[in-house]
């Protein structure tokens, strides 16, 4: 009798025929709503005869049971597979490899410059910087180059006008500090430097230098080698020698430039110093009594000593490079093997 109550057979298969949640929910409510199918047939328990009560009921419980089943099964299968689709769409491949970004890194250049200030502020000296765009009164004037000067030709620097420039060296920073103070002083002045040299492997038209410039009673030759004797064992190394050649820099007299002594050979002599055991790496002087009187110091009461010196040079002895463009090709190749190597 009761298998006639409902087709269970279409009720278990329209279920199964129930492909999202909200249809399901549909059917539920057809079924075992309050006013669903297997809910009237509850409802209809009481006006059965009193002896088939208890098979109808049992029946019905029956039916109802399985419809929760098969509705339940088929829950759990909409959500399952809702959660793989909702997967697949957020899926992405950990195994892919990630955007890297280059860690950035001082140029070897200013790591250089970086080190040879250390030395300079321990020993007391002051930053002083100056214009890159120059008056050739404080670059070439100022500091007792004549006319004659191969500096001062127009072919060998870059000129805006007869009276401005870029500057050929960082020696006009000495005169633009001695302008402004009185003595004693110590400085130490970096900057970029730009001479119209065609670039080969060790020419650049733009380089960097420093000068240094103490000015004080009494300053002699004496202090001048001492320091540089401190400072060249302090960035090239304990082992290296310095040695002072009589040279000409109008600024300067006497004027020296100054070797160290070669790494490879230690002195003896070999290819990398040209046979002679030196590197040339500075130049260097007594300070000129005209440059004095320029700025109004009096040569007969002050006396000082000045060296100006190249950062690529000092780069190019330091790390063994052997063309000077390498430092500005940009080739992270060779960038990257000086990535913090002195900070
Ligand atoms: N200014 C010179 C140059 O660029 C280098 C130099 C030589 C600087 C002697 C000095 C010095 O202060 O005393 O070639």
């Known amino acids: 009798?009761?298998?006639?109550?409902?087709?269970?057979?279409?009720?278990?298969?329209?279920?199964?025929?129930?492909?999202?949640?909200?249809?399901?929910?549909?059917?539920?409510?057809?079924?075992?709503?309050?006013?669903?199918?297997?809910?009237?047939?509850?409802?209809?328990?009481?006006?059965?005869?009193?002896?088939?009560?208890?098979?109808?009921?049992?029946?019905?419980?029956?039916?109802?049971n399985q419809i929760e089943a098969k509705i339940a099964e088929k829950r759990a299968e909409i959500e399952k597979r809702l959660r793989e689709e909702k997967e697949q769409r957020n899926r992405f491949d950990i195994t892919l490899p990630g955007a890297i970004r280059d860690i950035?890194?001082?140029?070897?250049?200013?790591?250089?410059?970086?080190?040879?200030?250390?030395?300079?502020?321990?020993?007391?000296?002051?930053?002083?910087?100056?214009?890159?765009?120059?008056d050739v009164y404080y670059n070439f004037e100022a500091l007792n180059t004549p006319e004659w000067h191969p500096a001062r030709d127009m072919h060998d620097t870059f000129y805006f006008n007869s009276n401005r420039l870029l500057r050929t060296h960082t020696s006009p920073i000495q005169i633009r500090v001695m302008e402004k103070r009185t003595p004693p002083l110590a400085i130490f002045a970096p900057g970029k430097c730009y001479r119209k040299d065609t670039p080969d492997t060790t020419h650049l038209p733009m380089f960097h230098q420093f000068e240094v410039l103490y000015v004080d009673k009494h300053v002699s030759v004496a202090h001048l080698k001492g320091i540089l004797e401190t400072f060249v064992k302090r960035v090239f190394g304990r082992d290296r020698k310095i040695r002072?050649?009589?040279?000409?820099?109008?600024?300067t007299e006497p004027s020296?430039?100054?070797?160290?002594?070669?790494?490879?050979?230690?002195?003896?002599?070999?290819?990398?110093?040209?046979?002679?055991?030196?590197?040339?790496?500075?130049?260097?002087?007594?300070?000129?009594?005209?440059?004095?009187?320029?700025?109004?110091?009096?040569?007969?009461?002050?006396?000082?000593?000045?060296?100006?010196?190249?950062?690529?040079?000092?780069?190019?002895?330091?790390?063994?490079?052997?063309?000077?463009?390498?430092?500005?090709?940009?080739?992270?190749?060779?960038?990257?093997?000086?990535?913090?190597?002195?900070?």
């Not at 200030?117 to 000296?125: A, D, I, N, T, V």
């Not at 002072?244 to 600024?251: A, E, G, K, T, Y």
């Not at 230690?266 to 002087?285: D, F, K, Q, Y």
């Open 1 to 64: 009798m009761a298998d006639q109550l409902i087709d269970l057979q279409s009720a278990l298969e329209e279920i199964d025929g129930a492909s999202e949640l909200s249809a399901l929910q549909n059917i539920k409510a057809k079924y075992l709503g309050k006013q669903g199918i297997i809910t009237g047939l509850f409802k209809k328990l009481s006006s059965i005869p009193q002896e088939e009560k208890r098979v109808f009921g049992q029946r019905v419980n029956a039916l109802k």
């Open 104 to 134: 950035g890194a001082y140029h070897i250049v200013s790591q250089v410059m970086e080190e040879v200030q250390e030395f300079w502020l321990s020993m007391g000296f002051e930053i002083a910087t100056g214009p890159e765009v120059e």
């Open 244 to 251: 002072l050649r009589p040279s000409f820099f109008p600024f």
């Open 256 to 343: 020296f430039e100054v070797d160290v002594s070669c790494s490879i050979c230690g002195g003896e002599g070999c290819r990398s110093c040209g046979g002679t055991g030196w590197l040339e790496i500075l130049g260097s002087g007594i300070v000129h009594p005209n440059v004095f009187k320029n700025v109004g110091y009096d040569p007969e009461e002050w006396s000082g000593f000045a060296l100006g010196m190249g950062v690529e040079r000092i780069v190019m002895l330091k790390h063994d490079i052997a063309d000077i463009r390498d430092l500005l090709r940009n080739d992270k190749r060779f960038l990257k093997k000086f990535m913090g190597v002195n900070i």
